[in-house]
């Protein structure tokens, strides 16, 4: 499975951004999907992930209600729709895709990553 995010950028505070994450060699509707994020400095967090299922989804904390991730079968794309971003948003942005769980909310259980797609809010 090969994954390529996309659609990160620079926007202020209270702005939207949509990533999306291409998936090829795999069917996104027969694995798990998630989006983690990468703040300079720290650890890899998840954001939030989608099930295999497409039927499922959790989000951390601090994207609960600002966030949405999606999955387009037909384009074999999963998404996340940020809105009202935060400067604590920023870092860089990576897709995942697990093969052996329905869904899944830590880095160890996913197999195969996207290479990033940098986000970052500031005024």
């Known amino acids: 499975v090969q994954l390529q995010a996309s659609g990160g950028g620079l926007v202020q505070p209270g702005g939207s951004l949509r990533l999306s994450c291409e998936a090829s060699?795999?069917?996104?509707?027969?694995?798990?999907m998630g989006w983690f994020r990468q703040a300079p400095g720290k650890e890899r967090d998840f954001v939030a992930a989608i099930s295999r299922s497409g039927y499922t989804d959790h989000y951390t904390d601090s994207v609960n209600g600002r966030f949405t991730i999606s999955r387009d079968n037909a384009k074999n794309t999963v998404d996340l729709q940020m809105y009202n971003l935060k400067p604590e948003d920023t870092g860089v942005y990576y897709c995942?895709?697990?093969?052996?769980?329905?869904?899944?909310?830590?880095?160890?259980?996913?197999?195969?990553w996207g290479q990033g797609t940098l986000v970052t809010v500031s005024s």
């Open positions: 995942a895709a697990a093969i052996e769980i329905s869904i899944g909310t830590m880095a160890e259980e996913y197999d195969y």
């Open positions: 060699g795999r069917a996104v509707s027969t694995v798990a």
